[in-house]
T-cell receptor, first 114, second 114 residues
Framework: ETGVTQSPTHLIKTRGQQVTLRCSSQ?????VSWYQQALGQGPQFIFQ???????GRGNFPPRFSGLQFPNYSSELNVNALELDDSALYLC?????????????FGSGTQLSVL | AQSVTQPDIHITVSEGASLELRCNYS??????LFWYVQSPGQGLQLLLK??????LVQGIKGFEAEFKRSQSSFNLRKPSVHWSDAAEYFC????????????FGKGTSLLVTP
């Protein structure tokens, strides 16, 4: 069990709405990465935040945005929700922003868009 | 294009039997290789990782994996499976020329029978 917590655990929204997902990173970690996991698929990288700055971004449109706060917690915001945004959203924290750093994943937020 | 392939969507093994989960990758750069496990309703947990050095890597829970550059493979093995190993297993690859993102395969679902 990791120290990464995500809220809420489940969320139902309708198409066109906006949603904010939250992630508290493990103590001592300054890097947060967000992944989208559609049903039956592997996680897909959305973006990473390192010391409050976006540090890399996957192939997701601008309506996916994020923030990292001074305590290194993070938010993922999705505007203009589409049906295909329905997925498990995973947050992972790490001690530093490097490929060889171990990622600690939260249990995720299950988002359903109707 | 960079890709990760897990050829087996589902695998069923008897408790006590050996296990091998396949992973093939296609990357131009020297890859960083990972295996993660995901239990229902949980986030991902790192089993093991390979960056360099000895091509046989030991992980947690009795798992090991072998990096074979000539075959572009990183297969996960366990000599004797326990019922608690039933879960979804993901192979992931990162590369220095791809930033800090991990590219995950679609996963292999492991069922353990008595």
């Amino acid at each position: 069990e990791t120290g990464v917590t995500q809220s809420p655990t489940h969320l139902i929204k309708t198409r066109g709405q906006q949603v904010t997902l939250r992630c508290s990173s493990q103590s001592g970690h300054n890097t947060v990465s967000w992944y989208q996991q559609a049903l039956g698929q592997g996680p897909q990288f959305i973006f990473q935040y390192y010391r409050e700055e976006e540090n890399g971004r996957g192939n997701f449109p601008p309506r996916f945005s994020g923030l990292q706060f001074p305590n290194y917690s993070s938010e993922l915001n999705v505007n203009a929700l589409e049906l295909d945004d329905s997925a498990l959203y995973l947050c992972a924290s790490s001690f530093d922003a490097a490929l060889n750093e171990k990622l600690f994943f939260g249990s995720g937020t299950q988002l359903s868009v109707l | 294009a960079q890709s990760v392939t897990q050829p087996d969507i589902h695998i069923t093994v008897s408790e006590g039997a050996s296990l091998e989960l396949r992973c093939n990758y296609s990357y131009g750069a020297t890859p960083y290789l990972f295996w993660y496990v995901q239990s229902p309703g949980q986030g991902l947990q790192l089993l093991l990782k390979y960056f360099s050095g000895d091509t046989l890597v030991q992980g947690i829970k009795g798992f090991e994996a072998e990096f074979k550059r000539s075959q572009s493979s990183f297969n996960l093995r366990k000599p004797s499976v326990h019922w608690s190993d039933a879960a979804e297993y993901f192979c992931a690859v990162g590369a220095l020329n791809s930033g800090y993102a991990l590219n995950f395969g679609k996963g292999t679902s492991l069922l353990v029978t008595p």
